[in-house]
T-cell receptor
């Protein structure tokens, strides 16, 4: 069973703090990892992708990947109320040499309090 | 428009009726995905089309669900003999699906299905 696990939250942080979102995945052969943001009533939108072990920074967002531990995280620095949304972790589950399909976690709901 | 287009945006149907949901992906995108999202839940994978390859149907929940993609572009998701548990938002997404950006999906606004 190919799975992506996230803590459903809600995760509540004060404005200006660092929000840390975590995700684990079951398929050791996975190569591509993504974070999507979904505002209430809207469709998901891609905010970060990461393919190699280590950190990848983009503005206030940092994605971290540890393939040995099958763990990927998203840090949001200087959190703003506008960051309040559900964050979905997605993993490309490759098998049989194909591109595979993208499996999503259930998402972590983040609330940033002013 | 330049984005993924889905129709209808809302569909209310009676239990036992068939429904068809349509997705028009971004021009040039070879990969097309259907997901289902129930209220407060995550995205449930349904089916994945990649170019002319056989689709990955491993997520379809029952044989009442089927999908096709004609000419490598527009896709239709069909649900036969709808049940109340089929009520959800059905999301379509497309991707260039080149190796360097696999998983970078662009989602449509979804089709909200309500089965009475």
């Amino acid at each position: 069973q190919k799975e992506v696990e996230q803590n459903s939250g809600p995760l509540s942080v004060p404005e200006g703090a660092i929000a840390s979102l975590n995700c684990t995945y079951s398929d050791r052969g996975s190569q591509s990892f993504f974070w999507y943001r979904q505002y209430s009533g809207k469709s998901p939108e891609l905010i970060m992708s990461i393919y190699s072990n280590g950190d990848k920074e983009d503005g206030r967002f940092t994605a971290q990947l540890n393939k040995a531990s099958q763990y990927v995280s998203l840090l949001i620095r200087d959190s703003q109320p506008s960051d309040s949304a559900t964050y979905l972790c997605a993993v490309n589950m490759r098998y049989g040499g194909s591109q595979g399909n993208l499996i999503f976690g259930k998402g972590t709901k983040l609330s940033v309090k002013p | 428009g330049a984005g993924v287009s889905q129709s209808p945006s809302n569909k209310v149907t009676e239990k036992g009726k068939d429904v068809e949901l349509r997705c028009d992906p971004i021009s040039g995108h070879t990969a097309l995905y259907w997901y289902r999202q129930s209220l407060g839940q995550g995205l449930e994978f349904l089916i994945y089309f990649q170019g002319n390859s056989a689709p990955d149907k491993s997520g379809l929940p029952s044989d009442r669900f089927s999908a096709e993609r004609t000419g490598g572009s527009v896709s239709t998701l069909t649900i036969q003999r709808t049940q109340q548990e089929d009520s959800a938002v059905y999301l379509c997404a497309s991707s260039l699906n080149r190796l360097e950006n696999t998983g970078e999906l662009f989602f449509g606004e979804g089709s909200r299905l309500t089965v009475l």
